[in-house]
């Protein structure tokens, strides 16, 4: 059960473009990656509060998420997605993190590949 003081952010289906994969087509040609992140926090202090030092700033995990993703190249999906995540818990207040991301048209017949991994605080 959650903490009433928990509060879930939500990033949906941020759309990028990187280098990902180990064939060559793949190496030499960016493709779309889908990202969601899933970051449960403590949000007693800025429930009643206007104060944005008091919230987890969602914007600046984003464009950490973007520049990792943009400015790099990755061989594995898992790896790009353990980097997400470092990125997603990496704050003190993070209880929880998980981060999907997905790879449209990796296999022929399937609309996308995905990974998903999870971070717990205290596991």
């Known amino acids: 059960m959650l903490n009433p003081n928990t509060a879930i952010i939500r990033i949906k289906n941020l759309r990028l473009r990187t280098y990902i994969g180990i064939k060559q087509e793949e190496i030499d040609n960016q493709q779309d990656v889908i990202v969601n992140v899933i970051i449960h926090y403590c949000a007693e202090n800025a429930r009643n509060s206007e ?3 008091a919230a987890l700033n969602y914007r600046t995990i984003t464009k950490k998420i973007i520049s990792l993703i943009e400015d790099n190249r990755f061989s594995l999906l898992e790896n790009l997605t ?4 470092s990125i997603a818990s990496d704050h ?3 209880e929880y993190a998980s981060v999907e991301i997905d790879k449209p048209h990796a296999l022929r017949f399937a609309d996308s590949v995905s990974m998903e991994l999870c971070y717990h605080k205290n596991a």
């Not at 353990?82 to 995540?85: A, D, E, F, G, K």
């Open 92 to 94: 003190d207040w993070v």
């Open 82 to 85: 353990s980097q997400v995540l």
């Open 51 to 53: 104060d944005i030092q």
